[in-house]
């Protein structure tokens, strides 16, 4: 089964920092990854998602950007953070495209 | 881009009590449906329906997709205080396999 695995899990950061996000996945080869949001603990938003190395979708308009450097990597990052940025980022992996997405646990990060 | 509504928002039961989570979605792209259970951390998946009609049963927890409502049902019988969590609805809807979440239903028992 995969799993996946995210770091940190909690971060705060000042307003203008840069940030980045890793996210690895265990168990699987070629999957789909995506970045999540998820604001006062409901809905979660997609942000990106990817299909293979190098192969970025942006659901949204926003400050944070990703990149998948390695099969099984999925990194995402931000050059200066917003207030706004604050939230639960979740990492999910699926097999296939109707396939379920099973999450990591996920980082709690506070921008100040 | 679709929608995807569950009521109630929040709910509180007591232990032994039974149940029932909604889920209602939109068409224009559906493949399947998913149900998670989220704690404190990652969402952790539940079930996966994707044809009418059929039940999907784990333990105490079972599930079914009525394509011609729209909707799906989560029943959870006998609860218990450990069921406590966010349970969250959510559309794959085209090829990429992209989710679409609902707001979720808080879910409290009480002993």
């Known amino acids: 089964s995969q799993t996946i695995h995210q770091w940190p899990a909690t971060l705060v950061q000042p307003v203008g920092s840069p940030l980045s996000l890793e996210c690895t996945v265990e168990g699987t080869s070629n999957p789909n990854l995506y970045w999540y949001r998820q604001a006062a603990g409901r809905g979660l938003q997609l942000l990106f998602y990817?299909?293979?190395?190098?192969?970025i979708s942006s659901e949204v308009p926003q400050n944070l950007s990703a990149s998948r450097p390695q099969d099984r990597q999925f990194i995402l990052s931000s050059k200066k953070l917003l207030l706004s940025d604050s939230g639960f980022y979740l990492c999910?992996?699926?097999?296939?495209?109707?396939?379920?997405?099973?999450f990591g646990d996920g980082t709690r990060l506070s921008i100040l | 881009e679709d929608k995807v509504v569950q009521s109630p928002l929040s709910l509180v039961v007591h232990e032994g009590d039974t149940v029932t989570l909604n889920c209602s979605y939109e068409?224009?792209?559906?493949?399947?449906l998913l149900w998670y259970k989220q704690e404190k951390k990652a969402p952790t998946f539940l079930f996966m329906l994707t044809s009418s009609g059929i039940e999907k049963k784990s333990g105490r927890l079972s599930s079914i997709l009525d394509k011609k409502e729209l909707s799906s049902i989560l029943n959870i019988t006998a609860t218990q205080t450990g069921d406590s969590a966010i349970y969250l609805c959510?559309?794959?809807?085209?090829?990429?396999?992209?989710?679409?979440f609902g707001q979720g239903t808080e879910l409290s028992v009480k002993p």
């Open positions: 959510a559309e794959i809807y085209n090829q990429g396999g992209k989710l679409i």
């Open positions: 990817s299909v293979g190395i190098g192969q």
């Open positions: 999910a992996s699926s097999r296939g495209p109707n396939q379920p997405q099973h």
């Open positions: 068409v224009t792209n559906f493949r399947s």
